[in-house]
């Protein structure tokens, strides 16, 4: 045997650089079920159970195509539970030339797999990652010099770059972006689609009882798995989302309402991430369907804003700034996340369902997690080292490379403007306009303090009180302060005084 290459469980794509010159006949695959991997975060049941599946269909996959692939199950007898072991024992037992791997998706692992081939003295050979349209050196440099980082220049870049909905050189409908169309509030009555769901197949569900009974103390539901677990699983999902949801996605993106935990998103993120679907092929999938007619250009755009803006955007912060990005924090904020984060068991409606869908699902859409679990915890001052523990722990689609600096800088503002140009904060208002869980909620969005009160209503003012030395000077809030300083003395004090008492019951 001449190569050992690894495929780790966010790798699962056929083109993935450590196979391209691979040889079925010479080299062997490495795949491992790891406790570590499993456990270095509480991930959600779901999350693991759909990881380990794609593994798995992935390793047969690869057999099918003539490649002996070690495989080993978490359970094995003598699985040592890391990379580190598992491809120590696989050195021993197969001898191989050299290591090839496609560099991980994460600062922790990488720092690891540069010390193998010292540790293990055979040759190691790191890739880089080609499944992203801009790499890290190509970030480093359209951040090199710039005071600000802003995704939209960085976007506009990638569309010319990728040459999604440009012709002759301009954006297709002579602007780059639409997102002024892309606020409505969502009706009940409204035709919802689902996601496709699966029904687990062998492979799943030999998955699914080991999960059971390795990982009964983690987070989250494990009954009624649903997510796919193969490429072509994954396609489908896709050609179900470009066929129900992708006309509504924009109008609709930053929509709430009760007991419908997708209304027009994708619920494609976690296909993606473990590299089941290729981010160039769905907006290019995206793009025929604007010109096909079947959708709109503010859904269209905004869609693939999302993957080719958002995604790489958010990837390059995360090379570019770690390792000292995970430590920012900066509103020094300490508070300890409540537990019902883990639980649900909230009287707030808003939480009690993003929650909810959270633990059963492993999933909620962006504005959920932005500016209802994220915009609660900046509120009240959690630490921010702590939310990003949680946020990598129960959604399905959540790496670090993706989850801590849409954590840390787009949600919690830890990073002090890096990512934002201001933090999502909001008082109960937006939730109210934005969705339907007000009406049921034991508080209530109209009134401004006291025991019945939204409590996010005085939460806000409270963060923006204590956080005005910080703040105060940031252009954009200059309207709010403005409005906080006209208050009377005994209005902000009832403020304060509210906030105070929610916070001290907490
Ligand atoms: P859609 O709304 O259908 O969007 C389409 C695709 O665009 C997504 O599948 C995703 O690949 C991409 N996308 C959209 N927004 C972002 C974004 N801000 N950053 C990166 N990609 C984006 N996304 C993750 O993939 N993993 C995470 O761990 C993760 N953690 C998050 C934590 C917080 C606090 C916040 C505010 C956002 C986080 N996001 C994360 C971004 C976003 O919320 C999810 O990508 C999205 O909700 C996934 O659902 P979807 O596939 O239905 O997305
Ligand atoms: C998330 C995850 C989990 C839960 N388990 C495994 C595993 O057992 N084996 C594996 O190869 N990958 C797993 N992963 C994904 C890895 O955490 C991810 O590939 C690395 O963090 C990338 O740096
Ligand atoms: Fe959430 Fe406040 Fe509305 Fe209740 S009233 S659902 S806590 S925003």
């Given at each position: 045997?001449?190569?050992?290459i690894?495929?780790?469980?966010?790798?699962?794509?056929?083109?993935?650089?450590?196979?391209?010159?691979?040889?079925?006949?010479?080299?062997?695959?490495?795949?491992?079920?790891?406790?570590?991997e499993a456990?270095?975060?509480?991930?959600?049941k779901?999350?693991?159970?759909?990881?380990?599946?794609?593994?798995?269909?992935?390793?047969?996959?690869?057999?099918?195509?003539?490649?002996?692939?070690?495989?080993?199950?978490?359970?094995?007898?003598?699985?040592?539970?890391?990379?580190?072991?598992?491809?120590?024992?696989?050195?021993?037992?197969?001898?191989?030339?050299?290591?090839?791997?496609?560099?991980?998706?994460?600062?922790?692992?990488?720092?690891?797999?540069?010390?193998?081939?010292?540790?293990?003295?055979?040759?190691?050979?790191?890739?880089?990652?080609?499944?992203?349209?801009?790499?890290?050196?190509?970030?480093?440099?359209?951040?090199?010099?710039?005071k600000?980082?802003?995704?939209?220049?960085?976007?506009?870049?990638?569309?010319?770059?990728?040459?999604?909905?440009?012709?002759?050189?301009?954006?297709?409908?002579?602007?780059?972006?639409?997102?002024?169309?892309?606020?409505?509030?969502?009706?009940?009555?409204?035709?919802?689609?689902?996601?496709?769901?699966?029904?687990?197949?062998?492979?799943?569900?030999?998955v699914?009882?080991?999960v059971?009974?390795q990982?009964?103390?983690?987070?989250?539901d494990?009954?009624?798995?649903?997510?796919?677990?193969?490429?072509?699983?994954?396609?489908?999902?896709?050609n179900?989302?470009?066929?129900?949801?992708?006309?509504?996605?924009?109008?609709?993106?930053?929509a709430?309402l009760?007991?419908?935990?997708?209304?027009?998103?994708?619920?494609?993120?976690?296909?993606l991430n473990v590299?089941?679907?290729?981010?160039?092929?769905?907006?290019?999938?995206?793009?025929?369907?604007?010109?096909?007619?079947?959708?709109?250009?503010?859904?269209?755009?905004?869609?693939?804003?999302?993957?080719?803006?958002?995604?790489?955007?958010?990837?390059?912060?995360?090379?570019?700034?770690?390792?000292?990005?995970?430590?920012?924090?900066f509103?020094?904020?300490?508070?300890?996340?409540?537990?019902?984060?883990?639980?649900?068991?909230?009287?707030?409606?808003?939480?009690a369902?993003?929650?909810?869908?959270?633990?059963?699902?492993?999933?909620?859409?962006?504005?959920?997690r932005?500016?209802?679990?994220?915009?609660?915890?900046?509120?009240?001052?959690?630490?921010?080292?702590?939310?990003?523990?949680?946020?990598?722990?129960?959604?399905?689609?959540?790496?670090?490379?993706?989850?801590?600096?849409?954590?840390?800088?787009?949600?919690?503002?830890?990073?002090?403007?890096?990512?934002?140009?201001?933090?999502?904060?909001?008082?109960?208002?937006?939730?109210?306009?934005?969705?339907?869980?007000?009406?049921?909620?034991?508080?209530?969005?109209?009134?401004?303090?006291?025991?019945?009160?939204?409590?996010?209503?005085?939460?806000?003012?409270?963060?923006?009180?204590?956080?005005?030395?910080?703040?105060r000077?940031?252009?954009?809030?200059?309207?709010?302060?403005?409005?906080?300083?006209?208050?009377?003395?005994?209005?902000?004090?009832?403020?304060?005084?509210?906030?105070?008492?929610?916070?001290?019951?907490?």
């Open positions: 045997m001449r190569n050992l690894l495929i780790m469980g966010d790798q699962l794509s056929p083109n993935i650089s450590s196979l391209k010159d691979a040889d079925p006949e010479r080299d062997h695959i490495l795949m491992v079920e790891v406790m570590e456990t270095y975060a509480k991930h959600h779901k999350k693991i159970a759909f990881i380990f599946s794609a593994m798995r269909h992935f390793a047969e996959e690869l057999r099918e195509t003539g490649f002996t692939v070690r495989y080993v199950k978490l359970d094995a007898p003598k699985n040592t539970g890391s990379f580190n072991g598992e491809l120590g024992r696989a050195i021993k037992d197969l001898s191989p030339e050299k290591i090839i791997v496609t560099e991980p998706s994460e600062y922790r692992v990488l720092s690891d797999v540069l010390t193998w081939e010292d540790r293990y003295s055979v040759p190691i050979d790191v890739r880089e990652d080609t499944r992203f349209i801009a790499n890290k050196d190509e970030f480093a440099n359209w951040a090199a010099g710039r600000a980082l802003r995704m939209e220049y960085f976007y506009r870049e990638m569309r010319r770059k990728t040459n999604l909905l440009i012709e002759d050189g301009k954006p297709v409908g002579g602007k780059w972006n639409y997102d002024s169309e892309n606020r409505k509030p969502a009706d009940n009555d409204m035709f919802m689609p689902s996601p496709l769901s699966f029904e687990p197949d062998e492979i799943t569900r030999n699914l009882s080991l059971d009974k990982f009964s103390d983690h987070f989250g494990l009954d009624d798995f649903w997510f796919g677990a193969t490429r072509q699983d994954a396609e489908k999902a896709l179900h989302f470009i066929e129900t949801a992708l006309e509504n996605f924009g109008a609709y993106q930053d709430m009760i007991g419908q935990k997708y209304l027009y998103h994708s619920v494609l993120s976690l296909y590299g089941l679907l290729d981010p160039i092929d769905i907006c290019r999938r995206a793009q025929e369907a604007y010109y096909e007619g079947k959708a709109p250009l503010n859904s269209v755009e905004g869609f693939i804003r999302q993957i080719i803006g958002w995604r790489e955007y958010i990837r390059g912060i995360y090379w570019l700034k770690m390792p000292d990005y995970e430590k920012s924090n509103f020094d904020a300490t508070r300890a996340l409540p537990n019902f984060y883990w639980t649900g068991a909230t009287d707030m409606r808003c939480m369902e993003a929650i909810g869908q959270t633990k059963s699902d492993a999933y909620a859409h962006h504005i959920q932005l500016m209802v679990t994220g915009n609660f915890a900046l509120l009240i001052g959690a630490n921010p080292h702590e939310i990003h523990e949680w946020y990598l722990a129960v959604y399905a689609d959540a790496f670090e490379w993706v989850e801590m600096p849409n954590t840390i800088g787009m949600s919690q503002f830890a990073d002090g403007g890096l990512l934002g140009s201001k933090p999502y904060i909001s008082s109960g208002n937006y939730i109210a306009k934005m969705s339907n869980y007000c009406g049921s909620c034991k508080y209530n969005v109209k009134e401004k303090t006291g025991e019945n009160a939204c409590p996010f209503n005085a939460l806000y003012w409270h963060f923006l009180d204590r956080n005005s030395d910080k703040l000077s940031n252009p954009r809030l200059g309207p709010v302060y403005r409005t906080w300083d006209r208050m009377s003395d005994e209005k902000r004090k009832d403020y304060i005084k509210s906030a105070n008492k929610f916070l001290n019951q907490l």
